[in-house]
């Protein structure tokens, strides 16, 4: 949700503007007054300050000032070994000025900071942290620094805080910044070294390095490269100062800090790096010389520095509202479009903010705005939705940098501006969310076919079991009768006989089980080679004459002399077997008839006609489900169909069913072959 501040911000009108600036001269002027009576009061305060107690340092205990060797261009070595840079000559001067002795104690920033917190050293320069220990003290700020990011310039990518998702960042910064980074997805790799990271930058190690951008800028001209280009980022300045555990040190420096301010000594000295931050004269410079001047001189440049102090505060925010990763919309009291940021450009149908500006898009005319908004009472909304594009001004079908859908889920909201109760316009927020409804809805339906799977496999482990107890245990009841009680040839040949065929019934199991799941784990292979069914079809449908009760006639059809095509002779078998198999069981008289054909579209077309008792048209898909048996006194696992089935349909054929109960079935498999000679019997 964009906060009440951006909205008050780029709702507010230049009028009204002004009209604050001018209140803020009026302050000014009485600050001003303030100031010429704190200058004439200064002598005072000097000679009250020399009535403080005595600081420790002389020439036989000097004060120690902590040396940061490779902090260029603050702190740094030259090349005759000498302490340089612009916090040498700083502390030089204000040491000068304060009489005090000193001496540098130089190492690696980590131990430098250590010794003063363990007081081993007496006063250090760096940056102001929140969460310094309580008996540590800085003094007033020094000089800012800013955050910026290096990134190379061969890329064709130019990184800021919108762009580093997912990318590798060499970081040397503070905790609050790393902490911003990782909720952003950055993957961060802390660095001590920036030379040497900026080098391993240079070469493609890393995507980005973020680090103060007047030290970047510095290292990257001092090394001489090409290929690395330094940006400032929108960030809060950090506080450069002297930190101490004297707090009567602090003062002292205090006042000589702000001494130095006013002659511009300190300018001076800082020059390079204010040359890259464009510093403004500090404000109580401005106090001293409109005190000086006309009361008319002194509001007219008053009121010039508000006005710029404005327009950096629009830029600021400006780079905050286009650097979001939420699409952002504003719209005047009237209704349309004023300004959105390059997220926002994004979700449009529009390829330039000009070219939307001049469509005058209405958030009370648009068909997926006017809903969410109220011209006479204007209100704020805020949930989920789902956006049809064709329909709407904006979000039409044509935008840049998106998926073409029509439909789009979006997390919405949109909240009035108001600025001391007069209503300004709107600010809308946009948040594709399609990728998460979409992931939710694939999820929601994993996890049904992961239930349908369970009570699959509870249904199979019921069924199977079953159907292999009942064979287990003819087998072990047989099985005891042949060893406790069989007394005759005659009653041990019977139990033979039954534990032999319960012993095939229960091997045709396993066997169709482990064949069923060979075929629905994808694992089955087709061995197809050059057979011909002219002589394979008979000599299989006649091996099975046997299982067809007596009185029944039994034929097989078989119109070619010679019938060459490619087939998986184990499989073709297979279907056979069962579907011969199952007209036998179900047929008492009448007859039962095999026959093969080779259609115009060289298909291979089995049927299995039989008078037997035929199957309900209700259950006749059933029939091909595992276990499912229409009659349970009828001999057979219930596995033989679904395997047949599963068979036919791998190879890219179907299975047809025929049938009508008291009359009798056919069964018609169609299969895809490659058909090698063909040759019809005369």
């Not at 612009?86 to 000025?97: G, L, N, S």
Request: negative net charge.
């Amino acid at each position: 949700m964009v906060s009440n501040t951006m909205k008050r911000q780029y709702g507010m009108s230049e009028r009204k503007r002004e009209g604050q600036s001018a209140s803020y001269c009026l302050q000014r002027v009485a600050a001003m007054v303030a100031a010429v009576a704190v200058l004439l009061t200064a002598g005072a305060l000097r000679a009250a300050a020399q009535g403080e107690p005595e600081l420790p340092y002389s020439s036989e205990r000097p004060l120690r000032v902590g040396f940061d060797e490779d902090y260029a261009p603050l702190q740094y070595r030259d090349r005759m070994g000498n302490c340089s840079g612009m916090d040498v000559d700083f502390v030089k001067e204000v040491m000068k000025r304060a009489g005090l002795p000193y001496t540098f104690v130089s190492g690696e920033w980590h131990g430098i900071r250590q010794q003063l917190y363990d007081g081993d050293l007496d006063l250090v320069m760096m940056n102001y942290y929140e969460d310094m220990p309580t008996d540590v003290y800085a003094s007033s700020t020094v000089v800012t620094l800013r955050y910026g990011v290096v990134y190379r310039n061969d890329t064709g990518t130019e990184y800021d805080l919108r762009n580093l998702r997912g990318k590798t960042v060499a970081f040397h910064a503070s905790q609050t910044i790393r902490d911003m980074l990782l909720s952003q997805g950055v993957n961060i790799v802390y660095v001590d070294d920036v030379k040497k990271e900026l080098a391993r930058l240079s070469k493609g190690e890393y995507d980005a390095l973020i680090y103060f951008y007047e030290l970047e800028a510095y290292a990257i001209r001092q090394m001489d490269v090409d290929n690395l280009t330094a940006r400032e980022l929108s960030l809060p300045p950090r506080d450069y100062c002297l930190v101490s555990h004297d707090r009567n040190l602090i003062r002292l420096l205090n006042a000589q800090i702000s001494e130095m301010r006013r002659t511009g000594d300190l300018d001076r000295i800082y020059e390079d790096l204010q040359d890259e931050q464009k510093r403004t004269i500090p404000t109580w410079v401005w106090y001293l010389t409109l005190a000086l001047v006309a009361v008319i001189v002194a509001v007219s440049e008053s009121y010039v520095h508000i006005r710029r102090k404005l327009r950096r505060t629009d830029l600021r925010y400006k780079r905050l509202f286009d650097s979001t990763t939420e699409a952002l919309y504003m719209f005047d009291d009237k209704g349309f479009l004023t300004d959105l940021n390059e997220t926002g450009m994004g979700q449009t149908r529009f390829q330039t903010k000009e070219e939307a500006a001049r469509a005058r898009v209405n958030v009370y005319t648009d068909a997926f705005l006017a809903p969410l908004t109220d011209r006479s009472h204007p209100r704020a909304f805020q949930g989920d939705t789902r956006l049809r594009r064709e329909d709407s001004d904006l979000f039409g079908a044509a935008g840049q940098g998106r998926t073409q859908d029509l439909f789009d889920f979006v997390h919405v909201e949109i909240a009035p501006i108001v600025d001391n109760g007069d209503f300004e316009g709107y600010v809308l927020s946009l948040f594709d969310i399609s990728d998460l409804v979409y992931t939710q809805k694939s999820l929601k339906i994993e996890m049904q076919r992961a239930q349908q799977a369970d009570r699959l496999k509870s249904a199979f482990l019921a069924n199977v079991s079953h159907e292999i107890r009942t064979p287990l245990n003819a087998i072990v009841g047989f099985s005891d009768v042949l060893l406790n009680g069989a007394d005759t040839e005659e009653d041990k040949t019977v139990c033979s006989k039954m534990i032999k065929t319960n012993s095939n019934i229960l091997l045709t199991l396993i066997n169709d089980i482990l064949d069923l799941s060979k075929i629905e784990s994808g694992n089955v292979e087709f061995n197809l080679q050059p057979t011909d069914m002219s002589v394979f079809f008979p000599t299989i449908c006649d091996s099975l004459r046997s299982l067809v009760k007596p009185g029944v006639e039994y034929m097989v059809g078989n119109p070619y002399r010679k019938c060459m095509v490619k087939i998986d002779q184990k499989h073709m078998q297979q279907i056979l077997n069962n579907f011969i198999s199952n007209a036998a069981k179900h047929t008492d008289h009448g007859h039962v008839r095999v026959a093969y054909r080779i259609d115009d579209d060289s298909n291979l077309v089995i049927s299995i006609e039989d008078t037997g008792h035929g199957i309900p048209k209700e259950k006749q898909k059933a029939i091909f489900e595992r276990f499912v048996k229409l009659d349970s006194f009828v001999q057979g696992t219930g596995l033989g169909l679904p395997i047949v089935k599963a068979i036919v349909e791998k190879t890219g054929g179907k299975i047809d069913v025929d049938s009508e109960p008291g009359v009798g079935s056919t069964f018609t498999v169609t299969m895809p072959v490659e058909t090698m000679l063909i040759e019809k019997s005369s």
